[in-house]
Every structure is written in C-alpha cells, then in structure tokens.
C-alpha cells in the first residue's frame, strides 16, 4: 500500500512533464478560421480608401482678401466667399491686430491668379496670390505608407 502513492505521485509527473512538452513543440498546421482571411482583406480595402482621402500638407498659393483689424469686416468677407464660391475653401487668421481672409488651397501661381481674376470683381483690386502652406488631397503610393 505504500507504494501505491508514490507511484500515483510519479505517474502525475510523468504525464505533466510529456503533456508540457507537447505544448511547446512546434506545430506544422495552423488551423484557422476563413473568415479571418475576408475580415483581412476588407481592412486592406479600407485602409486604401483611407489613403486617398488623406490631407497632406504642401507649398502652394492662397488669395488674401482682406486684411483688416475690423472683425466685423473680416466675418463679412468670409461670409461673401462662402457664397459665391462654396466648392473653394475659406480661412480666416488673426494675426495681431489684423484679421485675415485667405481663400482657396492652389498648386501654382497660375491658378491663384485665375481666381484672383474672379475675386476682384467682388473685392477690389487689393487681392493677392500668396505663397502659403495649403492642404492637398489625394492618393499616395501605398510605398510611402510602409
């Protein structure tokens, strides 16, 4: 009857000591659900719409408008722009003391000054086409991204 514990004892060992070691042996199948599989590439598809809507930051022109230190003024302004040109981007800065109206985010000096064509019609001739950081969107090569 003695014996009868310490060889329970053993076996216990034993088998823990061989079913450790299956654990960590290497495995040639991955079993895996084929679901996954579409759940990835439905992320990848995202993931590329994504890319083409992204804003990057570049060197182009915007119109200035105006420039004053009259808020009041400068809100109308941007109000007028919003109006007659709702597809063009407006922004409105304040750089002490002035307020600042800028339209459009444009690649060339070219394009600014089509606008500006347009814009004096409405403002004047104190319009111009500067050099400024504008927003661009579009698609980049997916290369960039990893």
Do not use: C, W
Request: charged content about 30%; glycine content about 4%.
């Amino acid at each position: 009857m003695r014996y009868k514990p310490t060889f329970f004892i053993a076996a216990l060992l034993i088998a823990g000591i061989t079913d450790a070691h299956a654990q960590f042996g290497k495995s040639k199948y991955v079993v895996r659900d084929p679901r996954l599989d579409k759940l990835v590439d439905k992320q990848i598809e995202l993931n590329k719409e994504a890319l083409k809507s992204r804003i990057s930051i570049e060197q182009g022109y915007r119109i200035l408008v105006i420039s004053t230190n009259k808020r009041d003024i400068a809100i109308e302004a941007k109000t007028k722009l919003v109006k007659n040109f709702p597809d063009q981007k407006s922004y409105m800065f304040y750089q002490s003391p002035n307020f600042r109206v800028l339209l459009g985010n444009y690649r060339s000096e070219k394009e600014a000054e089509e606008m500006k064509k347009l814009l004096i019609e409405l403002f004047g001739e104190t319009i111009l086409a500067i050099p400024s950081s504008i927003e661009v969107k579009g698609e980049k090569t997916e290369t960039e991204n990893f």
